[in-house]
């Protein structure tokens, strides 16, 4: 008996390798848009090896209903997900589903802390560290990711919320975590200090999470990635399983990897992301017909700009959530197809910040089948505007804003920015005067160089596809 359990013993540590390797390959392979989805696919792979090798060192006869019933239920919501959600919906997904994997981690570890409370012989002090790392790293992922989601589905104001003494309630409590793991993990009053610990824990992810701007969200939904990668590597040593070790410990370091590169591309720190409350200040938008500050606005037809598009030489397309929220993707990729006929070249300019999620413009673009050559990132494409004839802005407002450089005062000056107001003439898709997602108003708006084109994004792309095509 004791062989054929150590024969399987070894197949499955064999099944938790290999998994190990399917993931680190997927995640090499998701880095370029052409062997994404074989990255994703290999991932899939590695991800259900791991399902099964788990499912043999269960005990079937006792558990089977536990397990039938949970992978037919996450098997449900995710291919409901997948089919039902729609791509401008696709950041809040992304932040439930962190929010669920850190939740998840530290329900696990709370279980397995109370069993081991249960037992003749207590938990080791190694052990327990990990278990209280595991649900206090979970705990803050998953009720800040809730936070997350509910700013992004506009549930909540996406503004950062703020009040008297914020920081200092913060450090109180995070303190007090500290004081209430250390109590756990030497075995003072555990049990009650513990859920001291999960408890605060679960508060600070929400109070970490308020006074985040809507302009910052792409990079806290990074950092709460990688919380979750953390929480699930130390879930790994709690139930000593190599492949939660090596995949948790991959998300973490990618997530924090991605959360240090946004915060340089933004030309800002991580603290300040986290403290700064960006984008609390927020000035009074004007109407159509009035400037950001009361100046000038030049509103223009798709008859105009479509002359503009068809006689230029170089076209730079700036994507933004405008371009999400319309679903207009499709249309911009056959905008540029009616272009490039005409010996126009196209180009577009991605910031790493643009939309709700890390990469959300190139998913979206991706989906629409643009050449992923023709993607330029910030430090490549700002070079070329000077020599753009049109820049093509589509509802990308914070990131083409001209006042991080010019505006002291401004909430973002010093952020990098695409250099859109060089290029020779600026067209705007927006619906409305109304401010970007960061409540900061653009006076690019305003430039002698700016057309807009008020109206839905897909809808104006429309007629700029008809309309070139008689041009």
């Given at each position: 008996?004791?062989?054929?359990?150590?024969?399987?013993?070894?197949?499955?540590?064999?099944?938790?390798?290999?998994?190990?390797?399917?993931?680190?390959i997927g995640l090499r392979l998701l880095s370029n848009p052409k062997s994404a989805r074989l990255g994703n696919t290999i991932s899939m792979i590695g991800m259900a090896v791991a399902l099964v090798a788990t499912g043999f060192k269960l005990d079937f006869a006792a558990a089977w209903w536990v397990l039938v019933f949970g992978l037919g239920l996450g098997?449900?919501?995710?291919?409901?997900?997948?089919?039902?959600?729609?791509?401008?919906?696709?950041?809040?997904?992304?932040?439930?589903?962190?929010?669920?994997?850190?939740?998840?981690?530290?329900?696990?570890?709370?279980a397995e802390f109370l069993r081991q409370g249960s037992a003749a012989t207590p938990a080791s002090w190694d052990n327990a560290l990990a278990v209280v790392l595991s649900s206090v790293i979970g705990s803050i992922s998953f009720t800040g990711s809730i936070v997350a989601f509910l700013k992004l589905q506009e549930l909540m104001t996406g503004r950062p919320?703020?009040?008297?003494?914020?920081?200092?309630?913060?450090?109180?409590?995070?303190?007090?975590?500290?004081?209430?793991?250390?109590?756990?993990?030497?075995?003072?009053?555990?049990?009650?200090?513990?859920?001291?610990?999960?408890?605060?824990?679960?508060?600070?992810?929400?109070?970490?999470?308020?006074?985040?701007?809507?302009?910052?969200?792409?990079?806290?939904?990074?950092?709460?990635?990688?919380?979750?990668?953390?929480?699930?590597?130390?879930?790994?040593?709690?139930?000593?399983?190599?492949?939660?070790?090596?995949?948790?410990?991959?998300?973490?370091?990618?997530?924090?990897?991605?959360?240090?590169?946004?915060?340089?591309?933004?030309?800002?720190?991580?603290?300040?992301?986290?403290?700064?409350?960006?984008?609390?200040?927020?000035?009074?938008?004007?109407?159509?017909?009035?400037?950001?500050?009361?100046?000038?606005?030049?509103?223009?037809?798709?008859?105009?700009?479509?002359?503009?598009?068809?006689?230029?030489?170089?076209?730079?397309?700036?994507?933004?959530?405008?371009?999400?929220?319309?679903?207009?993707?499709?249309?911009?990729?056959?905008?540029?197809?009616?272009?490039?006929?005409?010996?126009?070249?196209?180009?577009?300019?991605?910031?790493?910040?643009?939309?709700?999620?890390?990469?959300?413009?190139?998913?979206?673009?991706?989906?629409?089948?643009?050449?992923?050559?023709?993607?330029?990132?910030?430090?490549?494409?700002?070079?070329?505007?000077?020599?753009?004839?049109?820049?093509?802005?589509?509802?990308?407002?914070?990131?083409?804003?001209?006042?991080?450089?010019?505006?002291?005062?401004?909430?973002?000056?010093?952020?990098?920015?695409?250099?859109?107001?060089?290029?020779?003439?600026?067209?705007?898709?927006?619906?409305?005067?109304?401010?970007?997602?960061?409540?900061?108003?653009?006076?690019?708006?305003?430039?002698?160089?700016?057309?807009?084109?008020?109206?839905?994004?897909?809808?104006?792309?429309?007629?700029?596809?008809?309309?070139?095509?008689?041009?």
């Amino acid at each position: 008996m004791t062989e054929s359990v150590s024969a399987l013993d070894l197949i499955i540590d064999a099944a938790y390798l290999v998994t190990s390797i399917c993931f680190i390959i997927g995640l090499r392979l998701l880095s370029n848009p052409k062997s994404a989805r074989l990255g994703n696919t290999i991932s899939m792979i590695g991800m259900a090896v791991a399902l099964v090798a788990t499912g043999f060192k269960l005990d079937f006869a006792a558990a089977w209903w536990v397990l039938v019933f949970g992978l037919g239920l996450g098997a449900a919501v995710g291919i409901y997900s997948a089919r039902a959600v729609k791509m401008t919906a696709m950041p809040q997904m992304v932040a439930l589903f962190n929010g669920a994997g850190g939740g998840a981690a530290a329900m696990v570890a709370t279980a397995e802390f109370l069993r081991q409370g249960s037992a003749a012989t207590p938990a080791s002090w190694d052990n327990a560290l990990a278990v209280v790392l595991s649900s206090v790293i979970g705990s803050i992922s998953f009720t800040g990711s809730i936070v997350a989601f509910l700013k992004l589905q506009e549930l909540m104001t996406g503004r950062p919320i703020t009040y008297p003494a914020q920081q200092v309630v913060n450090a109180l409590l995070g303190i007090a975590i500290v004081a209430a793991s250390i109590m756990t993990v030497a075995g003072y009053m555990p049990l009650q200090a513990y859920f001291v610990a999960l408890a605060g824990a679960a508060i600070l992810g929400v109070l970490f999470v308020l006074p985040i701007g809507g302009a910052d969200m792409p990079v806290i939904i990074s950092l709460l990635n990688s919380f979750t990668g953390l929480a699930a590597a130390m879930t790994g040593f709690v139930l000593g399983n190599n492949v939660l070790i090596i995949s948790g410990a991959l998300v973490g370091a990618s997530g924090t990897l991605l959360t240090m590169m946004m915060g340089k591309a933004m030309n800002r720190s991580i603290a300040n992301v986290l403290f700064g409350a960006f984008g609390k200040v927020t000035t009074s938008s004007g109407g159509v017909a009035a400037g950001v500050t009361g100046g000038p606005i030049r509103e223009a037809t798709a008859d105009d700009v479509a002359t503009m598009l068809a006689y230029a030489k170089h076209v730079v397309v700036v994507p933004g959530y405008g371009m999400a929220v319309a679903q207009a993707q499709h249309s911009v990729r056959e905008l540029a197809d009616q272009l490039e006929k005409r010996g126009v070249d196209v180009k577009y300019a991605i910031h790493p910040v643009a939309g709700r999620m890390p990469g959300h413009m190139n998913v979206l673009l991706a989906e629409a089948n643009v050449p992923y050559p023709a993607l330029y990132d910030m430090e490549d494409i700002n070079p070329e505007f000077p020599r753009t004839d049109v820049a093509l802005v589509i509802g990308a407002n914070d990131v083409t804003n001209p006042a991080a450089r010019n505006v002291p005062s401004s909430p973002i000056y010093g952020m990098p920015i695409l250099d859109v107001d060089k290029a020779q003439n600026v067209v705007v898709l927006k619906r409305s005067m109304k401010p970007g997602f960061a409540g900061i108003d653009n006076p690019l708006y305003e430039l002698p160089n700016t057309l807009m084109l008020f109206g839905d994004a897909k809808a104006s792309i429309d007629k700029l596809v008809s309309a070139v095509k008689t041009v």
